[in-house]
């Protein structure tokens, strides 16, 4: 068990989780520059096989193999036509996928005689097109921090527990001391949506704050989305402690005619046991019956109720959330590393319950989606859970993840009309999903959101690069550019580059310009962006 828990990272608010691995930290940067400082990866290698010996059988490792380089077939003056293998709704094609002003206006074996297609640049990616990945439950802010390890490594029965532990809070220490300032907010919330876009990832749910240094990058999936109103409420804390006005008013924006609030996503019995976590279902469902606590008030209302982690349900539990048509956020990495246990997702699958796939923050789970998908699909294989197979993983990353979210009919499917948020994957195989789910930073091609370049080769730089003012990046060696900066002038901190959002994360770690009990000296912690070997 311990090796699997070594395996992970993600996780909560202001959470984290023990490390198992009792390891020698692997020294790794992401780019080839020299950097500020040396920087420890206190994680896995973002190429490292899945080890999961002890509480599944390992992952057979890789299987695809890297395409050949992308090709710019021909220069065009407006729109993108992308070549490879395209997932579709209905299944892999060998076909392409046509941007035109942010939209995808054609997808399919041919779209040279889509209206204003014999304008466009058209790119041979050689590569798996797929719609952007979503997570669907981060807490992105504490993304610049490695896996908490705590001493003695163990377990822990609940959420509460490990949030109070003293080891923990000084961990987190150098951020959550600050966490609401925009020293500290802004820098770590850019790292973490960077994290997300160089792995695939073009819409996340957990930005804490609706700072505007935010209104950039990843869509974030309770505001700044740009895909209409702020649709989504989030809550942190128990959701027993959840009274009868905090209900009559949740029901009442459920139930608005106009602007209704139609995703709440709430941490839902987090952990094994302890401190009522088996209690936590059935008071968010109008059971408790303590004095106010909105008895007789159901909050699985409306098809509203997103339930981030959901492990000790009961059968009985798990027929009410899909009877109510709630939705269910898998963090398996997590959840093992932090309570050896996880969701029961065979059974949560089979009752049809719509489920997405979130890593939950680095402290605790896996680093981004792609290494989420793998770990997904290796315990899948370990537990024997044919329901995961690879084709159904990538739609709780992306179709699925959508609808939890609350987004769908505008992302997460490559579909005429939809928003142009796609990511391309270097990798062949017979099986396509099994081809972007063993992908890493360096086999993502490119990506893309409302249908500009954020990230990708750098020989595809100058055809779909959002501005002129991207960073060189290498991932593991691997040359990319990388699209940090709004403009030179920009305000809101849009006119950061990479360099400048990475030195303000060591100068926290390290606590430079603080008082004494400030200086932690802790800068070598920074969590780079990409692991390498």
């Known amino acids: 068990m311990l090796a699997l828990l070594a395996a992970s990272a993600g996780c909560r ?48 490792g890789q299987v695809s193999q890297p395409s050949p380089p992308a090709e710019i077939v021909s220069t065009g003056t407006a729109g993108l036509i992308l070549r490879g293998t395209v997932l579709l709704p209905s299944g892999p094609i060998a076909g392409e996928v046509f941007v035109k002003d942010g939209a995808i206006a054609c997808a399919a074996d041919d779209c040279s005689g889509t209206t204003g297609a014999s304008t466009a640049t058209i790119i041979d990616t050689k590569g798996v097109i797929s719609p952007g990945l979503i997570d669907a439950h981060n807490h992105l802010a504490y993304n610049f921090l490695p896996e908490w390890v705590p001493s003695p490594a163990k377990l822990f029965n609940n959420r509460y527990e490990w949030a109070n532990d003293p080891q923990y809070e000084a961990f987190i220490e150098p951020y959550s001391k600050h966490r609401s300032a925009g020293t500290h907010f802004c820098p770590a919330a850019k790292w973490g949506e960077l994290r997300s876009i160089i792995h695939g990832t073009t819409t996340v749910q957990g930005q804490a704050f609706e700072q505007s240094c935010i209104d950039w990058g990843a869509r974030n999936a309770e505001s700044f989305h740009e895909l209409g109103y702020d649709h989504m409420q989030t809550s942190i804390g128990s959701v027993r402690d959840l009274n009868d006005a905090d209900a009559a008013g949740l029901i009442t924006n459920f139930d608005k005619a106009t602007e209704p609030t139609t995703r709440y996503a709430v941490h839902m019995a987090e952990g094994v046991s302890g401190d009522n976590v088996e209690l936590e279902f059935d008071s968010f469902a109008g059971r408790d019956t303590r004095t106010n606590r909105h008895m007789g008030t159901s909050l699985l209302h409306s098809m509203t109720a ?26 398996p990495s997590s959840n093992l590393v932090l309570y050896g246990a996880t969701a029961p997702i065979q059974r949560i699958l089979q009752l049809g319950i719509k489920t997405a796939l979130g890593p939950d923050w680095t402290p605790s789970g896996e680093d981004e989606m792609l290494g989420e998908l793998r770990f997904a699909r290796a315990y899948a294989a370990g537990n024997n859970i044919p329901e995961l197979t690879t084709q159904k993983l990538w739609e709780m990353a992306t179709t699925d993840g959508a609808e939890v979210v609350g987004l769908d009919g505008k992302i997460g499917r490559i579909e005429v009309g939809l928003r142009a948020d796609l990511a391309v994957f270097g990798r062949t195989d017979s099986d396509p999903y099994r081809a972007l789910i063993e992908s890493r930073a360096a086999d993502v091609r490119l990506v893309l959101i409302d249908g500009v370049g954020w990230y990708g080769d750098q020989a595809l730089q100058a055809t779909t ?25 920009a305000t809101s901190r849009k006119n950061e580059t990479y360099d400048d959002v990475r030195t303000q994360l060591y100068n926290i770690l390290e606590g430079v310009g603080y008082p004494a009990d400030e200086q932690y000296g802790r800068g070598d912690e920074l969590l780079p962006l990409v692991a390498c070997p």
């Not at 780019?31 to 096989?49: G, I």
């Not at 997103?306 to 898998?330: D, F, K, N, R």
């Not at 501005?467 to 002038?489: G, I, Q, R």
């Open 13 to 60: 608010d202001s959470y984290s989780r023990p490390d198992f691995a009792g390891e020698v930290p692997d020294f790794a940067t992401e780019d080839l520059r020299e950097p500020e400082a040396p920087v420890v990866d206190l994680k896995k290698t973002d190429t490292k096989p899945y080890d999961l010996a002890g509480i599944v059988t390992p992952d057979q």
């Open 306 to 331: 997103v339930l981030i982690h959901a492990i000790p349900l009961t059968e009985l539990q798990l027929q009410e959330t899909a009877t109510s048509g709630s939705h269910i956020v898998w963090s």
């Open 465 to 489: 690069a959002r501005n002129a003012y991207c960073d060189e990046f290498f991932a593991c060696a691997t040359p990319k550019y990388l699209c940090v900066v709004d403009s030179p002038t």
